[in-house]
């Protein structure tokens, strides 16, 4: 077992625990604003239905985003690996080209995600060098003929795996 607690020794391991990844897309003063999250948590509270993410303190998105009425949560699919670069880059239109619905509420949604969820900012925590927001689900949506969603393991994207049946 490594005991080395450095960042880039932390970032390693905790690679080693799969998760889906998530976009948060908002209409923020007539533009599109997104995150992508890979801390992204469903199921935290049923009633009130709550769902939460980790986000770095140095996001410049954040700030922006948060100020948004509603977010919305886009559960992104095997077929969503450009989308999801495009989302997290610094410097290109993260929005160019991309197949979204926009609610009337200002959420941003990508089309053929594997579950849709309409939010907004209940509450946020300090932890550390990140903030924990909770968001408060006001409407759910799967797609039950979406993609599988994707997953990310190691610093890549993956698929899930279906057992063959013989």
Not at 17 to 28: D, K, Q, R
Not at 83 to 107: E, N, P, V, W, Y
Not at 155 to 164: E, G, I, K, V, W
Request: charged content about 20%.
């Amino acid at each position: 077992m490594n005991y080395d607690l450095n960042p880039e020794s932390l970032r390693r391991a905790f690679s080693g625990f799969p998760s889906g990844v998530a976009a948060l897309c908002s209409t923020v003063g007539g533009q599109p604003e997104g995150i992508v999250a890979s801390s992204f948590t469903v199921g935290v509270s049923l009633d009130p239905p709550l769902v939460m993410f980790a986000i770095q303190r140095t996001s410049k998105t954040w700030p922006v985003l948060r100020t948004s009425a509603r977010i919305g949560v886009s559960i992104l699919g095997t077929g969503h690996e450009d989308a999801c670069l495009q989302i997290a880059s610094k410097s290109a239109d993260r929005f160019a080209g991309l197949d979204l619905h926009t609610t009337d509420g200002g959420s941003i949604l990508l089309n053929d995600a594997a579950l849709w969820l309409d939010c907004s900012v209940e509450r946020e925590m300090p932890a550390g060098d990140h903030e924990v927001v909770l968001l408060r689900v006001h409407g759910a949506s799967a797609n039950e003929y979406g993609e599988d969603p994707l997953v990310y393991h190691r610093s890549a994207f993956h698929r899930l795996n279906a057992p063959s049946l013989v």
